[in-house]
T-cell receptor, first 114, second 114 residues
Framework: EAGVTQFPSHSVIEKGQTVTLRCDPI?????LYWYRRVMGKEIKFLLH????????ESGMPNNRFLAERTGGTYSTLKVQPAELEDSGVYFC????????????FGQGTRLTVV | GQNIDQPTEMTATEGAIVQINCTYQ??????LFWYQQHAGEAPTFLSY????GLEEKGRFSSFLSRSKGYSYLLLKELQMKDSASYLC???????????????FGTGTRLQVTL
């Protein structure tokens, strides 16, 4: 079974540019989460999808961040325009529906805004 | 909201036992998770506790006391490959039967030495 995959693994962009991160969850996992870790801080929740619907987007920092999951399969997270403070590692995780299951994480996308 | 505390760094000797503590204050609780993360890799699920007591899984065990807001991860017969960050995470209760987001501590970086 393939794990959670994220693309790209690294991205370096200039302030003001746009970047789109992609996450492919484990097949059959309806829960999909986006998290972010900025330097020296803990991993923080951004957004939770159940299938194609946004279940919880309370962690999204501001309206420069847009997440989509059309069709309930892969998800994208777009940052437009990127700011310096957006630098960090963006993790995606997925899990099956139901309250007792663990989330499986991808390796993350390291975003550097210069 | 959630507040999770764990030590920043620990060092232990190969073959020894180490205990990594985690304390939390929470407004809702639906389980505590421990993840292992090697540098540049995905966090990997280690254990899950939702009821009080000890869960044992090979060399790793995890304990939970809900009344004290306390958990620990116990690693026995330490190996060099156990050098990694260990993340304590608490899951909210969404109340809808759907798994909710994780709130992470900053992680404990464990260094195993000869």
């Amino acid at each position: 079974e393939a794990g959670v995959t994220q693309f790209p693994s690294h991205s370096v962009i200039e302030k003001g540019q746009t970047v789109t991160l992609r996450c492919d969850p484990i097949s059959g996992h309806d829960n999909l989460y986006w998290y972010r870790r900025v330097m020296g801080k803990e991993i923080k929740f951004l957004l939770h999808f159940v299938k194609e619907s946004k279940q919880d987007e309370s962690g999204m920092p501001n309206n420069r961040f847009l997440a989509e999951r059309t069709g309930g399969t892969y998800s994208t997270l777009k940052v437009q325009p990127a700011e310096l403070e957006d630098s960090g590692v963006y993790f995606c995780a997925s899990s099956r529906l139901g309250g007792e299951t663990e989330a499986f994480f991808g390796q993350g996308t390291r975003l550097t805004v210069v | 909201g959630q507040n999770i505390d764990q030590p920043t760094e620990m060092t232990a000797t190969e073959g020894a036992i180490v205990q990594i503590n985690c304390t939390y204050q929470t407004s809702g609780f639906n389980g505590l998770f421990w993840y292992q993360q090697h540098a540049g890799e995905a966090p990997t699920f280690l254990s899950y506790n939702v009821l009080d007591g000890l869960e044992e899984k090979g060399r790793f065990s995890s304990f939970l006391s809900r009344s004290k807001g306390y958990s620990y991860l116990l690693l026995k017969e330490l190996q060099m490959k156990d050098s990694a960050s260990y993340l304590c995470a608490v899951r909210d209760w969404a109340g809808t039967g759907t798994a909710s987001k994780l709130t992470f501590g900053t992680g404990t970086r464990l260094q195993v030495t000869l």
